[in-house]
T-cell receptor, first 109, second 117 residues
Framework: GQNIDQPTEMTATEGAIVQINCTYQ??????LFWYQQHAGEAPTFLSY????GLEEKGRFSSFLSRSKGYSYLLLKELQMKDSASYLC??????????FGAGTRLFVKA | GAVVSQHPSRVICKSGTSVKIECRSL??????MFWYRQFPKQSLMLMAT?????????EQGVEKDKFLINHASLTLSTLTVTSAHPEDSSFYIC?????????????FGQGTRLTVV
């Protein structure tokens, strides 16, 4: 079966750093995505990792450990507009993208 | 990035009627399209995978006779919700992927908010 776990909610302060974790167990693995989704909108792509290590893109970084079935999304210099749901998704062996339940991030002033 | 257009963005229909949602890849050929459903405050649940020119593959628990999927060309897939009921009210999102080996990312349409009254 497919299982992707991430925290339900997180709260952080504007200007701070927050790390959103994701663990997965899937039938095959062809990479892991992070998406941002604001309420009522479609997800927007943030990152894709297929090799172990850290990928940095501006204020956002994503890390992957395939042996541990673990990834995290790191958001730096948080802004109010970063308040959204963050979805961890795995591209399975059959090339389907399966989503976790999402982490709702609240950024407070 | 590539563009996927989904139409309509919002639709309200009466219970018992059918609704068709279109998903188009505008600047690439999408051999595979995915249809997701998302209930409020929940994540995207994969409903089915459609490959151009063949029958869709439905996930467990999704009624194929209720959610008809057609992928007639490399740029268009449609989802028809037949005999819609209020419990079918949801956010439906498609995503399209180019052939394996060129793009691993699947691009999302804007989503369709379906309300059945």
């Amino acid at each position: 079966g497919q299982n992707i776990d991430q925290p339900t909610e997180m709260t952080a302060t504007e200007g701070a750093i927050v790390q959103i974790n994701c663990t997965y167990q899937t039938s095959g693995f062809n990479g892991l995505f992070w998406y941002q989704q604001h309420a009522g909108e479609a997800p927007t792509f943030l990152s894709y990792n297929v090799l172990d290590g850290l990928e940095e893109k501006g204020r956002f970084s994503s890390f992957l450990s395939r042996s541990k079935g673990y990834s995290y999304l790191l958001l730096k210099e948080l802004q109010m507009k970063d308040s959204a749901s963050y979805l961890c998704a795995v591209l399975t062996g059959g090339f389907k993208t399966i989503f976790g339940a999402g982490t709702r991030l609240f950024v407070k002033a | 990035g590539a563009v996927v257009s989904q139409h309509p963005s919002r639709v309200i229909c009466k219970s018992g009627t059918s609704v068709k949602i279109e998903c188009r890849s505008l600047d690439f050929q999408a051999t595979t399209m995915f249809w997701y459903r998302q209930f409020p405050k929940q994540s995207l649940m994969l409903m089915a995978t459609s490959n151009e020119g063949s029958k869709a593959t439905y996930e467990q628990g999704v009624e194929k006779d209720k959610f008809l999927i057609n992928h007639a060309s490399l740029t268009l897939s449609t989802l028809t919700v037949t005999s819609a009921h209020p419990e079918d009210s949801s956010f439906y999102i498609c995503s399209a992927r180019a052939p394996v080996g060129s793009l691993t990312e699947a691009f999302f349409g804007q989503g369709t908010r379906l309300t059945v009254v």
